[in-house]
């Protein structure tokens, strides 16, 4: 199977090794994977503020990027929500729209593209630490990936699950609402790190790296000694290669 | 007011509620308590989705046959001998009401909680015309003693304290109250008797028409509804032209979801079912019944893209759901609605221009459209009126150019390459560690509560090129 690694523009410039650890859960799952350079940016932050003219840009560009691709996996389940929610209706017509639609059904957000996808019923994954989880709501709420995840932190051994308080709200990020409602999204933040920190969890585990970017920032600003990686790091991190111990 | 003076009013309001410690710590109990109880409710019925789906499709043929429906439950509400009237927009409405309590004489006017008589300020046009209007919900009673709008579309003191009722009770008697509920309600109860009792006028809203029957449907808790519909001799109903249902059938499933969704209730206390003044042979009722159906703004709605907001049953679910209700709670957003359905239905109503802060007042994280009964897609309808805003040309000019410059990078890989290898470059001297404390420009706003990743030096697309795509440092398999 082949898949196509969706960086993200926030992957790209901020969080690589993010992509790295993507990269190297789908060749150990024998998955062969690709980098379409044409990729960028989805066109997200326009388009969820109100500059439908400006993200179909984007989008064009990006359609054209995964023109080839069998799959497309990302780190981030709002820029797949993005794809599959509203790409489709960008390009409300003819050949744009069809390919639009083709990709929006090719289109995956990682922990989805395990589960629904490859069918991961068990890691070769060992990762000692205690461990919460942010779901993030465009994961949620628009793809639908509800319980995979945390079934696939399941699989790891020596994982110390911590379920987190109120884990259905938004951590307050909302793209540009962060910077133009910003005391609200600070509001929003604050109450999400103080959950987070009364785990107990030295890592945050998460699906999208803006929201965990968001927190993670909030985490640092209050002093907690609390990690933020994304899935793909913990299983990369941990994955016991040769028999090896894992993390 | 204009919509630089909205704005001011909206950040105003929203640096009071975050400033408010007390407010803050009970905003969140009560959503925590609010969504516990809603999904319990919910998920008490048999097959909830079904339900929400079934409530969705009736709402939107009613919407969409609007004017038949009308046009049936007013010959059906004269028929029961009660009068009609449908206005245009708020001021024929509040002429309306003046012109039938005028009539009477009206010297008092009791009235049971009703959003839409303060989306047209009717309160204040019958006080102006000398009469003295009471306000006969607990709550609703509160906020009008205080001078306040409500809070929440049906708690509307949700943010007062018991403390601060009984020092306003206190003030109000005369007498020196204890802070306990029951004696609280106790006074509230015992005044609002004397005014039930010689009231001239009592007007309502309604929750449903039923056009088959022309019967009004009132949902409450405290009697009230009932005292203020039968007591006085004229009872006037003011509505929302779109709150009409086909039939008796409907009616079982709006009810159903109306009083889980926003009460957490099986039932409400009362459900009160008004066809007409009262007949031969009635033990009470009012001589004259009229309905007023309020338009305001939402025929305009009809057939555009925001159609589906005229679903709406006004049940509150999503302000209880809303994380950012959660924080600013419902002054913020306007003087009537608030919550997710007042920052779309608001703009519609009153115009985008005048509020086109509202539609981003939202992180579109969309618990509101997991919690609506009536699948109201508010998260969509918001986009669409940012979208809106953008093409009206209310949105500021730096963003403008911003989101230009932004999507012309994203559309030319090579100069999006080199972009994010110069704020890599750039971001090194300031961020040795990654992180910025203190952001310049705009990103302020974000470091003023968190830390900043900054741009790494060498991107993913450059590990991936330079590596010849062996990112993973053959850790992969």
């Not at chain 1, 990302?74 to 083709?102: K, N, Q, T």
């Not at chain 1, 987070?196 to 699906?207: H, N, P």
């Not at chain 2, 708020?90 to 008092?108: F, N, Q, S």
Request: proline share 4%.
């Amino acid at each position: 199977m082949r898949a196509s690694l969706m960086v993200t523009c926030l992957g790209d410039a901020l969080f690589p090794e993010v992509g790295e650890s993507v990269v190297t859960v789908l060749r150990n799952l024998g998955v062969s994977v690709d980098f379409p350079a044409g990729q960028t940016c989805c066109g997200q932050p326009a388009f969820n503020s109100g500059y439908v003219d400006d993200a179909r840009r984007s989008a064009r560009a990006f359609i054209d990027a995964f023109e080839g691709s069998e799959h497309v996996v990302s780190i981030s389940g709002s820029c797949v929500a993005m794809v599959r929610h509203h790409y489709p209706g960008l390009f409300p017509e003819g050949r744009d729209h069809a390919r639009a639609e083709a990709l929006a059904a090719r289109t995956w957000e990682f922990s989805q593209f395990l589960s629904d996808v490859l069918g991961v019923e068990s890691l070769p994954v060992t990762y000692r630490a205690a461990v919460t989880m942010h779901h993030s709501c465009h994961t949620m709420r628009m793809l639908g990936v509800r319980e995979g995840p945390e079934r696939l932190l399941g699989m790891v051994d020596g994982l110390d699950y911590r379920p987190l308080a109120r884990a259905q709200d938004c951590c307050g990020f909302g793209g540009t609402f962060a910077v133009k409602m910003a005391a609200i999204s600070a509001e929003m933040v604050e109450r999400k790190a103080a959950h987070v920190q009364k785990t107990g969890a030295e890592v945050l585990v998460g699906l999208d790296m803006s929201c965990l970017m968001n927190i993670g920032g909030r985490l640092r600003r209050r002093g907690a000694r609390v990690a933020v990686k994304h899935l793909a790091q913990v299983l990369a991190d941990g994955w016991r290669i040769d028999g090896g111990a894992g993390r | 007011m204009t919509a630089n003076a909205e704005r001011e009013r909206f950040d105003a309001q929203v640096a009071k509620a975050l400033g408010d410690r007390r407010l803050q710590d009970w905003l969140e109990d009560f959503q925590r308590l609010g969504q516990e109880a809603h999904v319990e409710a919910m998920g008490e019925l048999d097959d909830k989705e079904a339900w929400r789906d079934a409530l969705s499709e009736l709402r939107a043929h009613t919407v969409a046959n609007l004017d038949r429906y009308v046009d049936e439950f007013t010959a059906n509400v004269e028929a029961n001998g009660g009068r009609v009237f449908f206005a245009g927009d708020a001021a024929e409405a509040r002429e309306y009401v003046l012109d039938v309590a005028r009539g009477i004489p009206t010297k008092r006017v009791v009235k049971s909680k009703s959003m839409v008589t303060e989306e047209i300020e009717l309160n204040g046009a019958l006080e102006a015309a000398g009469m003295e209007v009471v306000e006969t919900d607990l709550g609703a009673f509160i906020v009008q003693l205080t001078g306040e709008d409500p809070y929440h579309i049906i708690a509307p003191a949700l943010h007062l304290t018991l403390e601060q009722v009984r020092d306003l009770f206190s003030r109000e008697s005369g007498e020196d109250l204890p802070a306990e509920p029951d004696v609280l309600a106790a006074w509230a109860r015992r005044r609002l008797r004397e005014k039930f009792m010689t009231a001239e006028l009592g007007i309502s809203g309604g929750n449903f028409g039923i056009a088959s029957t022309g019967t009004v449907v009132l949902v409450t808790n405290e009697g009230n509804g009932r005292m203020s519909t039968t007591l006085p001799g004229t009872h006037v109903a003011v509505m929302g032209v779109e709150r009409l249902l086909p039939d008796w059938e409907g009616l079982d499933t709006a009810l159903t979801l109306l009083t889980r969704a926003g009460t957490s209730q099986r039932i409400s206390t009362y459900i009160s079912a008004i066809s007409g003044p009262r007949r031969d042979g009635d033990r009470d009722g009012p001589d004259e019944l009229h309905v007023v159906l309020l338009d305001n703004g939402r025929s305009r709605i009809l057939g555009t893209k925001y159609e589906p907001v005229l679903k709406c049953i006004r049940c509150g679910a999503c302000l209880d759901h809303c994380p950012v209700y959660g924080c600013i709670g419902g002054h913020a957003y306007s003087r009537v609605y608030s919550g997710p359905i007042g920052a779309v239905i608001t703009p519609l109503l009153e115009g985008l221009d005048a509020h086109a802060e509202l539609p981003y007042a939202s992180s579109l994280c969309g618990a509101c459209v997991d919690a609506c009964p009536a699948r109201v897609p508010l998260t969509e309808l918001l986009l669409a009126l940012r979208a809106d805003a953008v093409q009206s040309g209310l949105e500021q000019q730096s963003w403008r150019a911003g989101m230009r410059g932004y999507a012309e990078l994203t559309a030319r890989p090579a100069v999006w390459d080199a972009a994010v290898r110069v704020a890599g470059a750039l971001a090194q001297p300031l961020a040795p560690g990654g992180v910025l404390r203190s952001a310049p420009g705009l990103l302020d706003k974000w470091t003023a509560s968190r830390d900043l990743k900054t741009p790494v030096r060498r991107s993913f697309r450059r590990r991936w090129r330079e590596s010849g795509g062996r990112v993973d440092d053959g850790r992969g398999s």
